[in-house]
Every structure is written in C-alpha cells, then in structure tokens.
C-alpha cells in the first residue's frame, strides 16, 4: 500500500515498545532507536516505520516525501497532568513565596488554589476559552499532541461544568487532543469552610452524576492532602466515581504522606500523581498494585523545594512512571514539557529513555489511549514531535530551549519550523 507522506532520514526514531502495559522496571530504559529512519503515513495513521531508503512499494506518484536530515522525532508528547483552565494568574504571590511562605499557608490564607477559584467564577465561557486555547498553542509549539485537562476551580456547578464544557469545545477545535478530568475535590470552597465532608457528599450526589448525565468528562481526580481532603473522604469520593463509571486518578503524597497512595493502591486508580513524599512502603504497594506513578518535577522546582519525587527507587521498585507539566497557575506555571523532562534526567537522574518512554508511551497508558498514540506502531494515530538535534540524549543535554522545530498530529503537518499552521 502507498503512503501519503513519507518522512526520511531522520538522524534518529525514538519508538518506544508497546508492551500491552505500561513501562516499568528495567523495560522503562528501553526502546528501538532508528538511525537514518523513516516513518511513512497514510489516511492519519502510521504506515511503516524503517532504515534508509522507504521500499518502493509505499510510494507512488502522489507520494510526499520530506527530508529531515539532521533531525530526530518522536511520538507527539502527551501531558497526562494538567489544571489547564483557569481564571487569574499568581504573580502576586510569588514575592510571598520567595520570602519562604509555603504553599499550604497560602491556601490557608485564602489564596492559593482559592484565589483561582474566585478569577474562574468571575471569568466567563470566552474568557476561558481563549486563555486556555493560547496555553495549547504554546504546547503543540512544544511538542505536545495529547493534553489531560482537570477541573477543580469553580468548585461550585457552575464553574466546574463550565469548565468542563471548556475542555469539550477546545477537544473539537484545536489540533490537541483533550482528556478530561472532574476535580471539584480540588480544594475546599469557602461556602464549605471546615465541612469537607459535606462538600464530598455534595460532589457525589450532586455533581458526579450531572458530569456522567453530560459526559464531561472521562476520569475523577481529588486532592488528598493534609487540610484539603482526607485519605477516608478521597475512597469515599473516587470509590462512589468508580461505581459511576468514571476512571481514577488521586493528587497524593505531594506535600505530606496522608495515606492517599493506600487509597490508590486499593481502589486500583490509573494513576497516583506528585509522590513527593511517598513512603518506601507505599512504593512498594504502587508497584504490587501498578497504579502508574505520575511525577512532576517542574512542581517541585516552581516550588521551591529540594526534594523531588524519588523516581529511580520507584523504578527499581516496579513502578511504571510518567512525568508531566502540572500546567497550572499556582504551583507549577509552564507548559513546557521538555523542560519536565530535562528535570527527570537533571535532578531525578532518569536516563533520556526513561524520559521520553515516560511522556510518551506510559503517558498514553495514563490518559487510556495507548490503543491510538504512545508510540509508532503501525495503524497508530501519527503523532510526530520533531526536533532539530542530532540524538536523543542532546535533546536533554541541551536543555530550556525549545527545540521542536515540526509537528504532525493524525499525519497533519501542523507546525512547520516552529509555526502553528493555520
Ligand atoms: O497539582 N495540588 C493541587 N493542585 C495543583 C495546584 C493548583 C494550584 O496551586 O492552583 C497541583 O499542584
Ligand atoms: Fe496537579
């Protein structure tokens, strides 16, 4: 069968192994690695994949070819953790971060996620869309084709469905493809101030089954930390989502350990996020258990704080992991993926591999579309970062500049030399 496109001789594929499963152990640092490849698409979807010449049976006279000598490419980046949409901005507090106020007295304050919480309420559908649209921009320049979107800053109806409905339109419009995410139980509003309970018991029976009515969104997600939600309120909430329908994630262990990994590894969720904190006991029970460790290093460096999330004794331990942005305007302001990914290598010490076997193949694991994306198998969506450096590892090596230079998301070519394609 010929290909309608054909892109040849890359310096270098990045493609990693599609093992039914998500990466772990020892498999985390493996992946085929093409010299002089080629991957050639049709109808969207990944054709063939290979070295040198493409065999004259995939081309014929409509056949493009495009020579990207001197480049690498990779799957398309797939951000499996964000807060997307939000009103506001947080300059504001970082004077009082930089004088060393933490980030659970902020909240404490009134500020922090609340702040947030107030710019969402006030801002309108537009307004929303046209923020968060530019954010998307700025990622598929970045290498991004796949994004998972949260919600948790209107914490009311209104708000959370509004920006659900956000999430919907922009899945339809823009060149990225979004998974979405009910967080109502992201913080606690002030109508609820001391009865977080009741405002748990007021998301399972008002809100979950709206979301699910409306189909707002795939997964259910909570923020299980010391005064936000305890480890009981997050199993009552995600166990009542899991009867629903909705698939599972949990914000945990990422200032304090509360038990939020225990609650993962019972109700099984797709994946535990931030892990900062985690103990070597609940390691081992994310790796009995394969729940995906979601690690967030540029959190952990807009924080301010030292200790990243022990990511090579998780690996050891078994645990599949995934790094993502956290793109949000509080704890973690960026979009940029690779620089997430260069904070694995810098301050995780995970191998380039590892790296981008987390932001591709076990990130589509994270998301649930490894079916589609993740990798170049053929018949996959073709979904293809491409970056202007000789190798995989200088992608990291030289690290804080954006080097994707194309991207083509199911086989369009939509970002030409650093350009966004009208
Ligand atoms: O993942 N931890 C909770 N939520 C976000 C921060 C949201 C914010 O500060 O606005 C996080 O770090
Ligand atoms: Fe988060």
């Known amino acids: 069968m010929s290909a309608d496109k054909i892109l040849?001789?890359?310096?270098q594929i990045f493609n990693p192994y599609d093992l039914g499963h998500p990466l772990s152990g020892s498999d985390m640092n493996d992946a085929q690695i093409i010299e002089d490849g080629y991957i050639a698409i049709k109808d969207g979807k990944i054709l063939a994949l290979g070295s040198g010449e493409p065999d004259d049976k995939l081309k014929d006279e409509h056949t493009e070819i495009i020579d990207y000598s001197g480049k690498i490419a990779l799957p398309g980046f797939i951000d499996c953790h964000t807060h997307l949409i939000y009103g506001g901005s947080r300059e504001h507090e970082f004077a009082q971060k930089l004088n060393g106020v933490s980030y659970l007295e902020i909240l404490e304050q009134g500020g922090g996620i609340l702040s947030t919480v107030r710019s969402t309420r006030?801002?309108?559908?537009?307004n929303l869309y046209n923020k968060s649209k530019r954010l998307l921009d700025y990622m598929v320049r970045y290498g991004v084709t796949t994004v998972e979107a949260k919600s948790?800053?209107?914490l009311d109806w209104e708000t959370e469905k509004r920006q659900l409905e956000v999430c919907k339109k922009l899945n339809e419009d823009h060149t990225i493809d979004l998974v979405s995410t009910f967080m109502a139980a992201h913080a606690v509003?002030?109508?609820y101030k001391g009865k977080s309970g009741e405002f748990i018991d007021m998301i399972i029976n008002d809100m979950?089954?709206?979301?699910?009515?409306e189909n707002l969104a795939e997964f259910c997600d909570i923020f299980c930390e010391k005064n936000v939600f305890t480890a009981e309120e997050s199993e009552k909430l995600l166990s009542a989502a899991k009867d629903l329908g909705f698939k599972l994630r949990i914000h945990a262990d990422e200032i304090e350990s509360i038990g939020g990994v225990d609650v993962a590894a019972k109700l099984k969720t797709t994946s535990a996020e931030h892990l900062m904190m985690i103990t070597d006991e609940g390691i081992k029970k994310m790796a009995e258990?394969?729940?995906i460790g979601d690690l967030l290093p540029a959190t952990t460096f807009s924080l301010m704080q030292d200790t990243y999330a022990p990511a090579r004794k998780m690996i050891e331990a078994g645990v599949p992991i995934t790094l993502s942005t956290d793109c949000n305007p509080g704890s973690c302001p960026t979009i940029n993926i690779q620089f997430v990914a260069q904070l694995g290598c810098y301050q995780m010490r995970l191998t380039p591999i590892e790296v981008f076997n987390a932001i591709t193949i076990n990130a589509a694991y994270a998301v649930d579309r490894a079916d589609q994306i993740g990798n170049f198998d053929?018949?996959?969506q073709a979904d293809i970062t491409i970056m202007d450096c000789p190798n995989v590892d200088y992608s990291i090596y030289f690290f804080a500049t954006n080097l994707v230079s194309d991207v083509y998301k199911n086989g369009q070519h939509v970002v030409v030399?650093?350009?966004?394609q009208a």
Do not use: C, M, R, T
Request: no cysteine; glycine share 10%; charged share 30%.
């Open 8 to 11: 040849i001789h890359f310096n």
């Open 122 to 126: 006030e801002a309108d559908f537009d």
């Open 152 to 154: 948790g800053y209107g």
């Open 189 to 191: 509003p002030p109508e």
């Open 208 to 213: 979950l089954p709206k979301v699910k009515e």
């Open 289 to 291: 258990s394969q729940v």
């Open 378 to 380: 053929v018949e996959k």
């Open 417 to 420: 030399d650093g350009q966004i």
